[in-house]
């Protein structure tokens, strides 16, 4: 069946550093979504990716879509301690289900 | 509108104890869903809806029974509980309905489930 896979599974970086997470899906994409969940929390929508090559931001967060709509990465420039969580991708798989990415977590330390 | 509710917060069950975790959707969503998280391991789905009266498998199936009697409704049903159903469990809804799942999902608070 299809796999989403993410790296890296941890990440730990000083506030102010970059972070990006990767998500790399064994099969071609119609869109990916990502989510974000605090600690403790549940996941929360962020943003979703339709076309090949797309690029969207939110303030830090700069989203990408590979060109071959197998892959996608998530970039947060200039960390802050409120984005401490972690990321996931999700994207659709046979059926109406949805595949999630094993999620990247993400440790901000000042 | 309260989104998606889950009940209960946590839970302590012993092997072999059965047990029902709801959850409801006040958004009027047609796809409803239940996930399991572990450390590790991402969110697995374990049983999905695309409407009243409609279920099916996720990818983790096993040990857990679903139905859909009302769109609000998704109650997740666990038959004999085992120490490998220790997990947080979420439920998620959405507008989407087809293949594409090109609509954000809405997840539950959680239930955090232990069993002994």
Redesign the interface.
Known sequence: GQQVMQIPQYQHVQEGEDFTTYCNSSTTLSNIQWYKQRPGGHPVFLIQLVKSGEVKKQKRLTFQFGEAKKNSSLHITATQTTDVGTYFCAGPGTASKLTFGTGTRLQVTL | NAGVTQTPKFQVLKTGQSMTLQCAQDMNHE?M?W?RQDP??????IH?S?GAGIT?Q??VPNGYNVSRSTTEDFPLRLLSAAPSQTSVY?C?SSY???????N???????TRLTVL
Do not use: H, I, K
């Open positions: 796809y869903s996930y590790g391991m991402g969110l697995r789905l999905y695309v099916d996720g990818e979420f998620a989407s309905r087809g293949a594409r799942m090109d954000e999902q809405f997840f539950g608070p959680g």
